[in-house]
């Protein structure tokens, strides 16, 4: 029986001098080469003022939804919109329909969308592309088994009747605070759309189209078969659900009868909330449905197009194109696609941390430039968040260029990390601005011991009942990735377990573990990211790597492990978790599995060298790596999250920055087993 030591990993350990290359014969210095050629990309790519900001890659809706607006308000280029057109065909899948992600099942919802955008600029029922995209809806149900968003916006042009969707009252911004329902116990986003939504369903706007722009080809048996109004629940009798089918059912009959005694009211504190919130921010809620939803209110509320209001939120809305009229080289076809929204503090934090971690100078000046920005970005204005949380002064950040109404934890903490990576000639007001930051942190911990995104135990699931909730986000609870994040940064600033708000954090985490030892990703796709999040910040606060949680949670990523070396997942682990971990293997999450495996102290198994090895083979000669799906039009594959099972992302840049950390990070680790 051999007797030779063993690490945790499972491989024997080596006596004597540690070579300075891992398994599988590749050198070191190949991976230095590495390491210089990426952090001398992003070199290239950093703005003069300081920041760093990628591309966010998202789905066909919001071409379709595009073409919904303006053909709704009479504005648009049309040169613009037929660009639209372009990518929306792009994006089709073989079965004619359309995906929430690139390599997805298709949606009906998206389906409905841009079948709608195609007749609207003009494309004929029989052509073989409407039908093959017909024939796909109607086998996912039709038009009725769309969610309340899409069928708002097929009202408001004559394809669906408004008695038949879930009423979305304005009345709801008068309830209080102290209120167990009002729009701060909702989740920052789905206030930020829901509000002018509801503007809109008051005012029931309504465009007449001609009758061949119409979809009723793509209600089941015929519109004037269908069922419009959501089913009851037959099998649960006294429910949530149909509690709150049956309030709205007398919504619509106070509605019918024009029994609204507080809608003026409610309609004025909505439009000054939304006005309220156009300040210190990039367009509402800095995010496309909101913005675009509060175009259309402000329209239906009486603004005029030449009203500076009406001017500047439409100006803010334009701005997320990407007009390409000479196409791309990975698609020459002219495309106009839009954005969800602009990824720069978050971008820019990650790439400053990563290159710091890569050994760049602390003093070099692109360095100070990129973290003075992010000083430049820190928000002390209260706002949304602060009607949960009270008596602290804020200092937190956004993820976009501006929104001071809705700054995140999860931004918040990666900017603390970037600035540990810079010694700034203004040190004290630095280290002043960090220290108010972390009390804000901690103030925005949740009961559980856990951090969510833009709000502080947002976790009322009965709202995820109410009708018109059903895209899926009315809440925002603590997650994983989020909490392991904060807990590397505290560890950074000096906090350690016997910190009582610690160790709540570390017990959350642990008790969320999953029974295969993966961490849910709430942000990220999806185990992978929220297991590499959680093993960082365990290992940062000193976890032990022996403990079961942590060497059950690397060997499950060592499970995964595709036979091409890397690592990858889908979004559709979202719908189906017995698929977590199983993917192509993608630059991004090949990087997060390494991560995670370094953090559980497995620094020399062949799964490590082989991921290392994986990322080094496809490295481009500029330094850069790509995540192109093969025989998808250039697109690339989506690991980023917005909401679970409804929107996806792909961050042009996580492809870039993680790959980066993962190589330093094995540089370093391996440098340290020397010594």
Same mark, same amino acid.
């Given at each position: 029986m ?7 990993q ?21 991976v230095?080469?590495?390491?210089a ?8 790519k ?53 995906s ?8 009906v ?21 409407m039908?093959?995209a ?14 309340t ?5 097929l ?24 209120w ?7 989740s ?16 029931k ?11 009723d080809?793509?209600?089941v ?13 037959r ?56 913005m675009?939803?509060a ?18 939120a ?28 602009f ?9 400053l941390s ?25 928000i ?16 937190c950040w956004c ?7 809705q ?6 903490g ?13 040190e004290?007001?630095q280290?002043e ?5 972390i009390?804000?942190?901690f ?28 895209h899926?986000a ?10 392991g ?12 377990? &016997?910190?009582?708000?610690?160790? !709540?954090a ?6 969320? #573990?999953?029974? $295969? %030892? +993966? @961490? ?23 976890y032990?790597y ?22 990858g997942?889908?979004c ?24 995670g ?6 620094? &020399?198994?062949?799964?490590v060298? !082989?991921g ?6 496809? #490295?481009?000669? $500029? %330094? +850069? @790596? ?15 999250t ?34």
């Open positions: 051999s007797t030779q030591p063993v690490n945790p499972g491989t024997p350990q080596t006596k004597g001098a540690v070579p300075r290359f891992g398994r599988m014969d590749l050198g070191m210095d190949r230095e080469n590495g390491i050629r990426a952090a001398d990309w992003f070199w290239g950093q703005h003069d003022q300081g920041y760093w900001v990628g591309e966010l890659e998202a789905d066909s809706m919001l071409e379709a939804d595009y073409i919904f607006m303006h053909t709704l308000l009479g504005t648009g280029d049309r040169g613009k919109m037929e660009r639209c057109i372009n990518e929306i065909l792009r994006h089709q899948n073989e079965d004619g329909g359309w929430l992600y690139p390599g997805g099942p298709s949606n919802n998206y389906g409905v969308k841009c079948y709608f955008a195609l007749k609207l600029m003009g494309w004929n029922a029989d052509h073989p592309v039908v093959k017909r024939e796909n809806v109607l086998s996912l149900g039709g038009v009725v088994q769309c969610n968003f899409t069928k708002i916006y009202c408001a042009l004559g394809q669906y009747d408004y008695d038949a969707v879930p009423a979305v009252p304005p009345e709801i911004v008068l309830f209080p605070d102290w167990y329902f009002n729009i701060y116990q909702i920052a986003w789905s206030r930020a759309i829901l509000v002018p939504l509801s503007i809109i369903y008051a005012k706007p309504f465009k007449k189209i001609p009758a061949e722009q119409g979809i080809e793509l209600f048996g015929g519109r004037a078969n269908a069922k419009l109004r959501l089913p009851w629940d099998k649960h009798t006294f429910s949530w659900r149909n509690l709150f089918l049956a309030v709205d059912r007398v919504m619509h009959w106070a509605e019918g009868v024009h029994i609204r005694p507080l809608r003026k009211m409610a309609l004025k504190k909505a439009e000054k909330w939304m006005l309220d919130h156009f300040e210190r921010s990039d367009g509402l809620g800095a995010i496309y449905p909101a675009l939803n175009v259309v209110a402000l329209r239906y509320l009486g603004y005029s197009m030449d009203d500076p209001q009406f001017i500047r439409l100006d803010e809305f334009e701005k997320l194109g990407i007009d390409c009229p000479n196409g791309e080289p990975d698609y020459p076809t002219p495309t106009f696609r839009m954005q969800p929204c990824s720069p503090v978050w971008d820019t934090a990650q790439v990563t290159l710091g971690e890569a050994g760049i100078s602390r003093n070099d000046p692109r360095m100070v430039k990129a973290a003075d920005w992010l000083l430049s970005k820190e002390r204005y209260k706002d949304d968040w602060a009607h949960n949380v009270k008596n602290v002064d804020a200092s993820f976009f260029f501006n929104n001071d109404h700054p995140d934890v999860d931004d918040t990666e900017v603390l990390l970037a600035l540990k990576a810079v010694d700034n000639p203004r004290r007001y280290y601005v960090t220290q108010r930051a009390e804000w942190v103030a925005m911990q949740c009961k559980s011991g856990g951090w969510a995104s833009f709000d502080k135990d947002n976790t009322k699931k009965i709202f995820e009942s109410i009708p018109f909730a059903d899926n009315m809440i925002d609870p603590p997650s994983m990735d989020i909490t994040r904060i807990l590397e940064m505290l560890a950074g600033y000096g906090y350690t377990r &016997r910190d009582k708000r610690v160790e !709540k570390v017990q959350f985490i642990l008790r969320e #573990q999953e029974p $295969d %030892g +993966s @961490w849910f990703g709430r942000w990220g796709v999806n185990y992978l990211y929220g297991t590499f999040l959680v093993l960082r910040g365990l290992q940062a606060m000193d032990s022996l403990e079961p949680a942590v060497q059950q949670a690397a060997e499950w990523i060592r499970m995964v492990q595709n036979s091409d070396g890397g690592w997942e889908t559709g682990t979202y719908d189906d978790s017995s698929q977590r971990g199983v993917g192509p293997s993608t630059p991004s999450q090949t990087a997060w599995a390494l991560l495996l370094l953090a559980a102290n497995d620094t &020399r198994s062949d799964s060298a !082989k290392i090895r994986w990322l080094i083979e496809r #490295q481009h000669e $500029d %330094g +850069s @790596w790509d995540e192109l799906c093969p025989g998808r039009n250039g697109e690339s594959y989506y690991t980023g917005g909401f679970p099972r409804v929107f996806y992302l792909g961050y042009h840049l996580y492809k870039q920055y993680f790959p980066l950390l993962a190589l330093t990070t094995y540089k370093k680790a391996l440098e340290q087993g020397e010594e």
